[in-house]
């Protein structure tokens, strides 16, 4: 069974910075794209950084310039460092990886359960 969880998330003053972590763990077979989104209140779940497995990035204009999406595929790991965080950053973040579980299986969509990260004023 596969499982991605995040962790890093928590309170911070606006013009601060946050590290989110998300490590894919259980058996598979190969990750293709990884993500990070979020979710306000009341709000759709957005795209935050998008990395492909060759490592092409993709970023919501919000936050280009402030947030950095990389991975380290030897550790199955996906990161997103948050700078000049804003109060508008508040959001439940959650990951997300495009992965295969074996070389026969198509590769699906999984998910991590989400991590608060609040930016107050």
């Known amino acids: 069974q596969v499982q991605l969880v995040e962790s890093g998330g928590g309170l911070v003053q606006a013009g601060g910075s946050l590290r989110l972590s998300c490590a894919v763990s259980g058996s598979f077979f190969s990750i293709n794209d990884m993500g990070w989104y979020r979710q306000a209140p009341g709000k759709q779940r957005e795209l935050v950084a998008a990395?492909?497995?060759?490592?092409?990035?993709n970023y919501a204009d919000s936050v280009k310039g402030r947030f950095t999406i990389s991975r380290a595929d030897a550790k199955n790991t996906v990161y997103l460092q948050m700078n000049s965080l804003k109060p508008e950053d508040t959001a439940v973040y959650y990951c997300?990886?495009?992965?295969?579980?074996?070389?026969?299986?198509?590769?699906?969509?999984?998910w991590g359960q989400g991590t608060q990260v609040t930016v107050s004023e």
């Open positions: 997300n990886a495009d992965i295969s579980l074996t070389r026969y299986h198509r590769f699906n969509y999984y």
């Open positions: 990395i492909a497995s060759a490592g092409s990035t």
